[in-house]
C-alpha cells in the first residue's frame, strides 16, 4: 500500500494527489491535523530521510519561529519542534514498498515509482 502523508489542504499535496489519482495509484492519505503525527513515525521519517531533508524551512510555519527555537537545530531540537507544529515537515511524504520520497513533483514521482520493484 502506498501512503501518502501531509496536511489536507496544503498545495502541494493536492498537487501530489491528483498525480497519484492520474497515474491510478492506490495509496492512503494521512492527514497530520487529523490523524496525529506519532514520535515513532516521525522518527521513522528521520531515520530514512534525514531530519534535514524533513524540516521545513521555507514555510510560514518556520519563519513564525523565535529566532531561539531556529538557533543551534539539533535533530531532537527539530523532531520536538515537528511533533509540536506538524506543519514543519516538508510536505508530502511518500512510502511505497519500504521507499520514502518526501516533496513533490511529477518528475519525482515518475522516477520514484519507476524504480520501485513490481511484487511480482
Given amino acids: ?48 530521510l534525514g531530519w534535514q531533508a524533513l524540516l521545513n524551512t521555507r514555510g510560514t510555519t518556520y519563519r513564525a ?8 537545530m539539533t535533530e531532537q531540537k527539530a523532531r520536538q519542534l515537528m511533533l509540536a507544529q506538524p506543519a514543519l515537515i516538508k510536505r508530502p511524504v511518500l512510502v511505497h514498498q519500504q521507499r520514502y520520497l518526501v516533496g513533490f513533483s511529477s518528475a519525482s514521482y515518475q522516477d520514484f515509482f519507476a524504480a520501485t520493484p513490481s511484487a511480482g
Fill in 65 to 72: 519561529l523565535s529566532d531561539a527555537d531556529k538557533a543551534d
Fill in 1 to 48: 500500500m502506498t501512503l501518502l502523508y501531509g496536511i489536507k489542504n496544503c498545495d502541494t499535496m493536492k498537487k501530489a494527489r491528483a498525480y497519484l489519482e492520474q497515474q491510478n495509484q492506490p495509496y492512503q492519505f494521512w492527514d497530520y491535523r487529523v490523524d496525529g503525527l506519532t514520535a515513532e513515525l516521525l522518527a521513522s521519517f528521520c531515520q530514512q
